[in-house]
Each structure stands twice: as C-alpha cells, then as structure tokens.
C-alpha cells in the first residue's frame, strides 16, 4: 500500500460507525460497538449507519432486509442514542455513498483488496461464485467514512485492516489529485471492556449474528428465560474458576465468560475472580452470570419492543438522518467531483 502520507487534516472531529441489518443483534454488538456509540455522542458529532448496502453483498430478503433495517434502527434507539445529538440513517437512503466508492475504487489497487483476509475467511475456496460487492466491500467501507470526513471509527480487531485501507485510499486520493488533508486519516477508536465478545459454544470464535447456533448467542431480544437457559448451557471445562487472571490462560471459554461479567458489571477480570475464583461454573458463577444479564438487557430489550412496536416513529426518525447525512455529504462529493476534474469543473 502507499507510503504517502497528507498534511493534516484541519476539520472537526466526527465519528462514523454503522451495523449490517443482517441477523440479530446479540451481547456482542452491544458491547463491543452500541455502548461506544452511546457513549461517543457526547464527545463528539457522530452519524451511526444501517448499512444495508454492506448487507446485500450476501443474499438478503428483500422484506426482511427492510425489516431488519427498522431492527437496527430500534436497537441504536434503545442502547441510549439520541436521535437529537446523532445521525441515525440507512446507508441506501444518501446516494453520495456510492459514487464516491465508485471515485474511490478507481483510487485503490486490486493488490490492496487482494490481502484482506476477511473476504479470504468468508470465501474460502469458493472465490468464483462471491460477489464482486463482497470482494469490493472494504472500499464502500471507506467511502462511508470518508463521505463524512470522519476522523474517528470504533473499530474491532477484525475490521482494523479495513480501516487501514480507508487511510491508505485517503492518503493516496490526497497526494494523487494535489489535495493535502483533504481527506483524514481515520483514528480507530479505542476497544473498550468486551469489545470482543465469544461464541457461547466456543470460545475461539467471536460471537456472531452468521452462527447457525442459536445457543452461541445472547440476542438482544432474548427474554429472561432464554438468557438463563444460555447461560446455563455455556461451554466450559472440568476445572473450578481460577483465582488469578493468569490462570484464564489457555480456558477460552471460562476467559470469554469471566470477560463477559467484568464488560457487564464494570469491574476487571480480577475482580470478578477474587469473587468467584476456586468455585465451579454452576455453583453461583453461572446463576449470578444469568442475573446480571439480565437486569442489564432487560431495559434494553423492552425499550426495543417499545421502538418497534411504532415503525412510524423509526421510519420518521432515519428519513430525518438521511436528510441531514445528505446534507453533510453532498459539498463533500461536489468537491471530490470538483478535484478529480468532472463535468463542468
């Protein structure tokens, strides 16, 4: 990838960030990426994406994909976004998504997309039949952040190759076209605790929406009952909890559901483990594990409910976001247009 690198860009900071309306959402999105949010949009101006565009590189139902879009929209609700303080909108609904990808796939290099590993893990040896949006994906990627010159994006470890393509495409549009710091450099923001959140089945594999097992996943709509049921049916090993965090080494599964508590009740993994270090699983880990879920996605879920109970509300809502990200985006593609030399210049 270039070397080449911008003067610095010198416009406000803004974060941008979005969630495919593809599956549920689960434990994992909420608190690797929906708490962030939340907590971001008192720091500074932020748009958070249903990017159903993303969604479709895989096949989508087309009612359901609408559906789900009103799901997402309904959860960013009901984590605590504000749609007052920030943008809430579908990817399709601002066009200047698109175009700028198309600028930008003109900009990337087919080398640059040939070493992301993600679409290497999701086809596998079946590379002829995926999609050109799959394969192209890390570049629309880059065009929603850049569309809004975003300068902040919570990232997870599997998307920080992604984001390091959007910093490169900037970098290259930016030295290429004679343009220092007109795009930023995109900072990653800072994981916070359970950030990354385990397959309840396997605590090698990050918790997803994809997995066919439903009992892999704490959903956010799950009530009390399922959660407890989950919980319960957790995988783990033969021996106690340990006392020290170094003992978790090697116990993926008792390391994911330790992690779990601590991201939930604001403590460290030590923490939780000075409580229930040398005790089994069922004893009162598990039980106390099942409460704390609980009481946390409890409010949450029925605040969801809540939200989606009325699609007109969440309808109002993303077509008002859609009115203000388009409003953000088009001096930014109109320049773009202006320096790559488009009709009428």
């Known amino acids: 990838m270039t070397d080449q690198r911008p003067a610095a860009y010198a416009g406000p900071k803004r974060v941008f960030s979005g969630v495919q309306p593809s599956g549920d959402l689960h434990l994992g999105n909420y608190l690797g990426a929906l708490v962030k949010f939340v907590a971001l949009q008192d720091e500074m101006e932020g748009l958070y994406c249903v990017v159903d565009q993303h969604a479709i590189t895989q096949w ?23 749609p007052a303080k920030a943008i809430i909108f579908p990817q399709s609904a601002v066009p200047q998504h698109t175009e ?94 359970g950030a990354r959140i385990m397959s309840l089945r396997d605590g090698g594999a990050k918790m997803s929406k994809s997995d066919s097992s439903d009992q892999s996943r704490i959903n956010l709509t799950d009530d009390a009952d399922a959660i407890a049921a989950k919980i319960r049916k957790a995988k783990t090993d033969a021996e106690p909890l340990p006392q020290t965090v170094e003992g978790l ?40 594990l099942a409460d704390l879920l609980i009481a946390r996605l409890a409010p949450v879920s029925a605040r ?21 990200a388009r409003a953000l985006a088009e001096p930014v593609l109109t320049e773009t247009r202006r320096i790559v030399g488009f009709w009428p210049g």
């Not at 394969?135 to 919570?154: E, G, R």
């Not at 393509?165 to 990653?188: E, M, S, V, Y």
């Open 60 to 82: 989508q139902e087309p009612a359901k994909l609408t559906a789900q879009t009103r799901e997402i929209a309904a959860a960013y609700l009901a984590a605590g976004l504000d």
């Open 100 to 193: 700028l990808a198309w600028i930008f796939q003109c900009v990337a290099r087919v080398g640059w997309l040939d070493r992301m590993t993600q679409f290497k893990d999701k086809v596998g040896k079946h590379k002829e039949r995926a999609s050109v949006g799959l394969y192209t994906y890390p570049v629309l990627q880059a065009a929603d952040i850049l569309l809004y010159k975003a300068t902040h994006v919570p990232v997870g470890e599997d998307q920080m190759q992604h984001l390091e393509l959007t910093r490169d495409i900037a970098a290259k549009f930016n030295h290429d076209f004679d343009a220092p710091g007109f795009f930023p450099l995109a900072q990653p923001v800072a994981e916070g605790p």
């Open 249 to 288: 080494a090697g116990r993926p599964e008792a390391d994911n559901l330790v992690g779990i508590f601590a991201a939930l009740s604001g403590q460290t993994k030590a923490q939780v483990l000075e409580t229930f270090g040398g005790q089994g699983f069922g004893q009162n880990f598990k039980p106390a």
């Open 304 to 324: 969801m409910r809540g939200f989606l109970a009325d699609p007109g509300q969440i309808d109002q809502i993303l077509a008002d976001g859609a009115e203000r």
